[in-house]
């Protein structure tokens, strides 16, 4: 084998071990577990300022959403101040 054959085939087995690498991350990353949190409704609070300020990859509408369907939250624009809400993300 030359050397240029040698250099192609290592360059061409990194390539397919780091393109596999980042799909086990993805693969586990969808796998993982929520972290749950409880937070009280303060007066003037939105949803979005609450789930704002929550550290997660995910996107703040999906955290949103969640937490409007397991809080039964019909109007977020109405919370009560007081509420407890439990809040599911994906760090």
């Given amino acids: 084998m030359t050397k240029r054959k040698k250099l192609a085939a ?6 397919v071990m780091t393109i596999l690498s980042h799909g086990v991350d993805a693969v ?8 749950t949190v409880s937070r009280v409704v303060q007066p003037g609070q939105s949803l ?3 789930c704002s300020k929550l550290n ?20 977020p624009g109405a919370l009560q101040p007081g509420k407890v809400l439990m809040i599911r993300y994906k760090r």
């Fill in 48 to 50: 979005w300022d609450i």
């Fill in 10 to 15: 290592v360059v061409l087995a990194l390539s």
């Fill in 28 to 35: 586990e990353r969808e796998q993982r577990p929520y972290e």
């Fill in 56 to 75: 997660s990859s995910e996107d703040i509408r999906t955290i949103i959403d969640r937490a409007r369907v397991d809080n039964d939250v019909d109007n």
